[in-house]
């Protein structure tokens, strides 16, 4: 069968200055690949080891925000993870269900998933985020 797991080696991982860390608010998690919803209470911050980040470019930036035109290709990336363990879930109910902190070469941003491919047989993880900016 065909997995993923580990093939973003230490040639390929592209993790910035002070690293990527996942952000689940305190609302639960998955109990695995077709598994069932958990309540957790708390925030957890965990450290990924085996990722690649790249530039989203603005075919597919326009994809999802629209052809409006009122985007910035430069607030958006593509993250891919592969360790087997970590995988990433959009916002489904108002509430984020992940953020990414990691730096974009100025500062540690947060960044919110708004798309991602997750397939647990595969050990693959591909995400498209948006720089997080809060409320404002």
């Given at each position: ?57 603005p ?42 902190e ?16 997750n397939r ?17």
């Amino acid at each position: 069968m065909l997995t993923m797991e580990g093939h973003i080696d230490s040639d390929f991982v592209s993790a910035p200055d002070g690293g990527v860390w996942l952000v689940r608010a305190g609302a639960g998690d998955y109990t695995g690949p077709g598994g069932t919803w958990e309540e957790s209470s708390g925030s957890t911050r965990t450290q990924l080891a085996l990722v690649n980040i790249q530039q989203a470019s603005p075919k597919s930036v326009e994809a999802m925000v629209g052809t409006s035109g009122a985007f910035n290709p430069q607030d958006w990336r593509i993250v891919h993870i592969n360790d087997g363990v970590n995988y990433l879930y959009p916002d489904d109910s108002g509430q984020f269900a992940d953020l990414l902190e990691f730096s974009d070469g100025l500062a540690m941003r947060q960044w919110r998933v708004r798309q991602c491919d997750n397939r647990p047989w595969r050990s693959y993880c591909r995400a498209m985020v948006e720089r997080y900016r809060g409320d404002g």
